[in-house]
């Protein structure tokens, strides 16, 4: 069955860089579209960032210039560096596979704080 993992969430400062993973498994993982979304306490989960198979990347405003997503498709993961950490980024990072352009399966999330 589709498996994704999330890791890599922590406590940071202000300034600072997280590099969040997301372990799949179960399908074919090269051929799929995979997503990043977060979701704030109180707010609605929201989009993040997107690599196509074929490497293209799209991000949400608020995190271009500042995040990079990146994909190894024989590690089957995908990877969120994130830089210049904002206190506004804290939330509960998920990541997701696409299928048809919307996500499909899910993964269990990774928080990230980012306070002094």
């Known amino acids: 069955q589709v498996q994704l993992v999330e890791s890599g969430g922590d406590l940071v400062q202000p300034g600072g860089s997280l590099r969040l993973s997301c372990a799949a498994s179960g399908f074919s993982f090269r051929s799929y579209d995979m997503s990043w979304y977060r979701q704030a306490p109180g707010k609605e989960r929201e989009f993040v960032a997107t690599?196509?198979?074929?490497?293209?990347?799209v991000y949400a405003d608020s995190v271009k210039g500042r995040f990079a997503v990146s994909k190894d498709n024989a590690k089957n993961t995908v990877y969120l560096q994130m830089n210049s950490l904002k206190p506004e980024d804290t939330a509960v990072y998920y990541c997701?596979?696409?299928?048809?352009?919307?996500?499909?399966?899910w993964g269990q999330g990774t928080q990230v704080t980012v306070s002094s």
């Open positions: 997701n596979r696409r299928y048809r352009g919307r996500p499909d399966y």
């Open positions: 690599m196509t198979w074929i490497g293209g990347t």
